[in-house]
């Protein structure tokens, strides 16, 4: 066993330990098989790299940290005063993992306004808008932080979208036959999925908050 496959073993069981699962629970949690997990956790085998990347974002810790590569376990930068930057570079996919290309880091967030909101701070990303397409509620330029924990709406919310790397922001709403229409501000153009065709999107997620400059 490599010193690498070592530390991601015992990281990984870590992790399952202190969420009190069995590897059975925690397996499932992953959407993973248990032989898969089991082989990781006793370092008969590692994580690919893409697996790797969708256990650390399900785990809320850094993918960097799994493999020995850091001590830090947060997945975001806290300053002295508490304050996090949401600045995610990667995020998982439904291919494995990409590049958020727009990403942004101008703004820091006070860790007691995040929780203010109920957002958690580990599962928040920021990403600056490319087009213009939203000008009623967000223009080119403007700064949004996105919540991951919700991917679709109950009935009509603004969400990121993820494409070709690329972080856009939409509305989505929820039909009552359970299809999906994605459309913008700017025009009459506006797609309609199905439940299965919606799912196939990579959905950043709820947008929480847009800053705009004047």
Known sequence: MSDTTEVIAERLATLRRERGMTQDEISRFLNISRGRYANWETGLRSPK???????????????????????????????GAGYVTTNRTSVPTKSGSS?????????AYSVSYLRH?????????????????????????????????IKAPGSRDLFGILVDGQAWVRWIRRNLDNTFTVYTEA????????????DELDILGRVARIASDR
């Open 99 to 107: 590049r958020i290309t727009n990403a942004a880091s101008s703004t």
């Open 49 to 79: 790299l893409d697996e790797l990347a969708s256990v650390a974002d399900k785990l809320g810790v850094p993918a960097g940290w799994i493999v020995g590569w850091t001590n830090e376990r947060s997945n975001v930068a806290i300053g």
């Open 117 to 149: 909101r109920d957002l958690d701070e580990t599962q928040c990303v920021s990403f600056t808008v490319c087009d213009d397409d939203m000008k009623e509620v967000c223009k080119r330029g403007d700064e949004i932080l996105v919540d991951r924990r």
């Open 187 to 198: 025009t009459d153009d506006e797609q309609t999925l199905t439940r299965e065709a919606f």
